[in-house]
């Protein structure tokens, strides 16, 4: 009913407190010890999908809203995370990350250019 894969934490506890709250058994899957598995929340009664897919749509939309409004105020305010700030908070590792990206575009390109010779 509702990946986990990839969503913050506290969407996830959100959603287990919104099912909770309106009395939907639901059961946890985990990503499995190499992380191939699905991590989600189902629902244990087919007859309660239904009403759980309706509020997690509710939910979801409410939450979208929620979030944007945030982004305007810290925008407003000046408190968003930019990436200069992310290169000033870690220099050293904004720039490793650079070297890695030019690495990888570097070897494609070589590789062509060798080829090419022959």
């Keep these: 009913m509702f990946k986990l894969r990839n969503v913050p934490d506290d969407e996830a506890e959100e959603v287990r407190e919104l099912l909770i709250n309106?009395?939907?058994?639901?059961?946890?899957?985990?990503?499995?010890?190499?992380?191939?598995?699905?991590?989600?929340?189902?629902?244990k009664d087919d007859n309660q999908f239904r009403k759980a897919k309706e509020l997690l749509d509710v939910y979801q939309e409410a939450r979208s809203i929620r979030i944007r409004e945030e982004y305007v105020r810290l925008k407003r305010e000046g408190k968003n995370k930019t990436v200069l700030d992310s290169m000033k908070k870690n220099p050293v590792l904004f720039v490793a990350y650079i070297l890695i990206v030019l690495t990888l575009l570097y070897l494609p390109f070589k590789l062509i250019m060798e080829l090419a010779r022959l």
């Design 22 to 43: 309106h009395h939907i058994d639901y059961y946890e899957t985990s990503a499995g010890n190499w992380g191939v598995s699905m991590p989600a929340l189902w629902v």
